[in-house]
C-alpha cells in the first residue's frame, strides 16, 4: 500500500532504516505528477527515476518533470555546492510557466541551512500556489525547522528515538503512536495530520 | 534558442554575494559622496580651550564647540575655505556696521 500524501505538504521522520525514504521512493515512483528528488545522501533510487546533476541542463529537467517524469536529483557533496544547487533548482521551480502539480523531495532536510533553509520555507508558505509540494525527510525530527513542520498538512512517522519533548511541541501523541508502531512491526508508520492518527500502515 | 548551460554554469555565474551584503559591505555611501566623515572624531581638549580660538569671534561656548567638532573633520583649520568662509562673514558685519545697521 502506498503512502497517501494528502494535499498539501509532507514531513517524514523515522531514524535511520525505519524503512521512510523507501516507503516514499516506492510511492513516488508510482505517482502520475513529475518528482524531483533532492538526494541529500546519494541514496539509491528506483529504476524509474532519472539520474541528473548540476551538469545537466534545468530547462531540460524542468520538461521531463513537466511530462510527469521522476528524476533523482544527485547533488554535489560539498554542502556549500549542494545548497547552491538546491536554490537554484527552487528558483527554477517558482518560474516554471506551466504550474502543474509536481514533488520536490529533499531527502535529510535538517542538513539545510541559512539561504537553502529560507527557500525551502518559501516553498513550506508559499509553494503550493506555484504547484510545488514539499516532502521533508528527516531522521532528525528536532533539527528541522518549525515552519517546515507546521506548514506541513501531515507526519509521516515511521519509528523513531522518540523525543517526547518534539512531539509534545507539535501536538503529536508519542505514546500512542509508539504503541501502533510496534504493533505494525518493522517498516511501519503512521499519519498524523494534527488532528487525527491513523495507521499502523506498510508500503 | 534554448538557454543549453548546465546547472553548474549558471550557478558559477550568478554566485554573487546577495545584495543585502553587497550593500552592508560598502562604506557609507550617499548619491556619489563619501559621507564617512560622520564618523570622525571630535577635535581634542575641553570646549575651553577653544574660546580664545582666532576664529570664535564672539568668544562663546557654542562657537567654541562648533570650532572644536570643524577641527576634528578638518584639521588645525588654517585652511583657504575657512578663511574664505570666515572672511565672507567679517565682510558682511562690516558692511552692515558701515550702512548703520546695527
Known sequence: ???????????????????????????????????????????????????????????????????GAKINYIPDLDSKIREKELIFII???????????????????????????????QVSTTGLRFGIYGIWISQRPANVDNTLMTQSEQFI???TNME??????????????K???????????????????????KV | MENSRSILDEINETDQPAADQIIADQPIQSRGMDLSFLKASTGSGPIEDYLDHPLNFNKGKGMAQMIRGATGLLGSLDLAI??????????TKEKKVAQGVS
Open chain 1, 164 to 177: 517526547s519533548g518534539y512531539f509534545d511541541r507539535y501536538g503529536i501523541p508519542a505514546d500512542q503512536i
Open chain 1, 1 to 67: 500500500m502506498l503512502v497517501n500524501l494528502g494535499s498539501g505538504h509532507n514531513t517524514v521522520i523515522g531514524i535511520t532504516r525505519s524503512g521512510k525514504t523507501y516507503a516514499i521512493k516506492k510511492t513516488l515512483a508510482g505517482v502520475k505528477e513529475g518528482v524531483i528528488f533532492f538526494n541529500t545522501q546519494h541514496e539509491e533510487m528506483p529504476n524509474t527515476f532519472i539520474n541528473c546533476t548540476a551538469a545537466d541542463n534545468i530547462e531540460s529537467i524542468k520538461r521531463a518533470i513537466r511530462s
Open chain 1, 157 to 159: 512517522i515511521f519509528r
Open chain 1, 91 to 121: 528558483n527554477a521551480l517558482y518560474q516554471r510557466s506551466n504550474i502543474s502539480k509536481i514533488y520536490l523531495v529533499v531527502d535529510e532536510v535538517h542538513l539545510y541551512e541559512k539561504d537553502a533553509l529560507k527557500k525551502l520555507i
Open chain 2, 82 to 91: 575657512i578663511d574664505i568662509f570666515v572672511g565672507l562673514l567679517q565682510f
Open chain 1, 179 to 201: 504503541d501502533l508502531l510496534e504493533k505494525g512491526g518493522k517498516y511501519a508508520y503512521c499519519i498524523y495530520d494534527f488532528i487525527n492518527i491513523t495507521g499502523p500502515f
